[in-house]
């Protein structure tokens, strides 16, 4: 009877027991999903785009949602009122003074992936100044600013050439912007003024706690901790506040005052960034000087 052959020994061994040569080796990029895309119950529509997650993708989003041009920089000097002469009605404004203010340098979508316009204003003697701010303001050819800010622009036809000072008329009466300013600091309050709380009963069964915050948290059904946002007693103010949609009352070019409507936020003296609403239509900004004096009169 012929032996009967060992089939076991005619397989290959595993993979990595084999030479380099005889094993074949499939280099792909990335990680490819084993199973297709599901449609989405969710989704009414079947035309929905993707989302994309690459850089290009991100900005291209955030068109209608960045300015046409760079904002200018203020500071509030403080409130005051108008009156209309043809009803007679009080209306409070705020006023804002431009102060020097000048386009510093540029970033670009190649050099820093976005658009943006860095603005400064005031001056600060250079003996204050950092050697590598000095140098950055000698680079540019610009005097020493107290005070740099960056405007997001949309495109490269948002970007002021460096050096150009941006005065009042940068803003046209009866326009809206958009006010951002650092809101006054109350320092460390209690839950009551910060938060509003009622406090503790003021009668009975409460001693020297009536302003106090009470529990925070419950002891075993609620994992012994305190849940994360918790209300407390803290730094009450100091950050920045944005009021919209503010209408430009009056500009005033030779002395470098925007007259706001309304209050915003920030004490007397405090910086404001002062830019083209987003949530209004873009305003039509004349480029020449006749088109400037025509829009005056009209």
Same mark, same amino acid.
């Given at each position: 009877? !012929?032996?009967?052959?060992?089939?076991?020994?005619?397989?290959? !061994?595993?993979?990595?027991?084999?030479?380099?040569?005889?094993?074949?080796?499939?280099?792909?990029?990335?990680?490819?999903?084993?199973?297709?895309?599901?449609?989405?119950?969710?989704?009414?529509?079947?035309?929905?785009? =993707?989302?994309?997650?690459? +850089?290009?993708?991100? =900005?291209?989003? *955030?068109?209608? +949602?960045?300015?046409?041009?760079?904002?200018?920089?203020?500071?509030? *000097?403080?409130?005051?009122?108008?009156? #209309?002469?043809?009803?007679?009605?009080?209306?409070?404004? +705020?006023?804002?003074?431009?102060? %020097?203010?000048?386009?510093?340098?540029? *970033? +670009?979508?190649?050099?820093?992936?976005?658009?943006?316009?860095?603005?400064?204003?005031?001056?600060?003697?250079?003996?204050?100044?950092?050697?590598?701010?000095?140098?950055?303001?000698?680079?540019?050819?610009?005097?020493?600013?107290?005070?740099?800010?960056?405007?997001?622009?949309?495109?490269?036809?948002?970007?002021?050439?460096?050096?150009?000072?941006? *005065?009042?008329?940068?803003?046209?009466?009866?326009?809206?912007?958009?006010? %951002?300013?650092?809101?006054?600091?109350?320092?460390? @309050?209690?839950?009551?003024?910060?938060?509003?709380?009622?406090?503790?009963?003021?009668?009975?069964?409460?001693?020297?706690?009536?302003?106090?915050?009470?529990?925070?948290?419950?002891?075993?059904?609620?994992?012994?901790?305190?849940? !994360?946002?918790?209300?407390?007693?803290?730094?009450?103010?100091?950050?920045?506040?944005?009021?919209?949609?503010?209408?430009?009352?009056?500009?005033?070019?030779?002395?470098?005052?925007?007259?706001?409507?309304?209050?915003?936020?920030? !004490? #007397?003296?405090?910086?404001?960034?002062?830019?083209? @609403? =987003?949530?209004?239509?873009?305003?039509?900004?004349?480029?020449?000087?006749?088109?400037?004096?025509?829009?005056?009169?009209?």
């Amino acid at each position: 009877m !012929p032996p009967t052959p060992c089939l076991s020994c005619l397989q290959l !061994p595993p993979s990595f027991l084999l030479p380099r040569i005889l094993v074949h080796h499939v280099f792909r990029r990335g990680i490819r999903s084993i199973s297709p895309p599901r449609p989405n119950r969710f989704n009414r529509s079947q035309d929905l785009p =993707l989302l994309e997650s690459t +850089t290009a993708a991100a =900005l291209k989003r *955030k068109d209608y +949602t960045l300015p046409l041009r760079t904002g200018a920089l203020g500071i509030k *000097k403080g409130m005051s009122a108008i009156y #209309d002469l043809e009803t007679g009605r009080r209306v409070p404004c +705020t006023i804002v003074q431009l102060d %020097r203010v000048q386009v510093v340098a540029h *970033k +670009t979508r190649k050099n820093n992936g976005y658009y943006a316009v860095q603005v400064g204003c005031g001056w600060k003697h250079p003996s204050n100044v950092t050697k590598p701010l000095l140098g950055h303001f000698a680079e540019n050819g610009v005097s020493p600013k107290r005070h740099l800010v960056e405007f997001p622009v949309k495109d490269e036809s948002g970007l002021l050439g460096i050096g150009k000072i941006i *005065k009042a008329s940068w803003f046209q009466e009866g326009q809206f912007i958009d006010a %951002r300013a650092n809101c006054r600091g109350m320092g460390f @309050a209690g839950v009551m003024k910060r938060h509003g709380f009622h406090g503790q009963p003021a009668s009975h069964g409460v001693s020297l706690t009536h302003r106090s915050m009470g529990s925070a948290g419950q002891s075993q059904g609620g994992g012994s901790r305190v849940y !994360p946002g918790k209300k407390m007693a803290g730094r009450m103010g100091g950050q920045q506040v944005t009021v919209q949609n503010v209408k430009v009352l009056k500009v005033d070019e030779e002395n470098g005052l925007v007259v706001l409507n309304g209050c915003i936020a920030g !004490p #007397d003296g405090c910086l404001v960034k002062l830019q083209d @609403a =987003l949530k209004k239509p873009w305003p039509i900004i004349p480029n020449s000087p006749t088109q400037v004096r025509s829009a005056t009169v009209s």
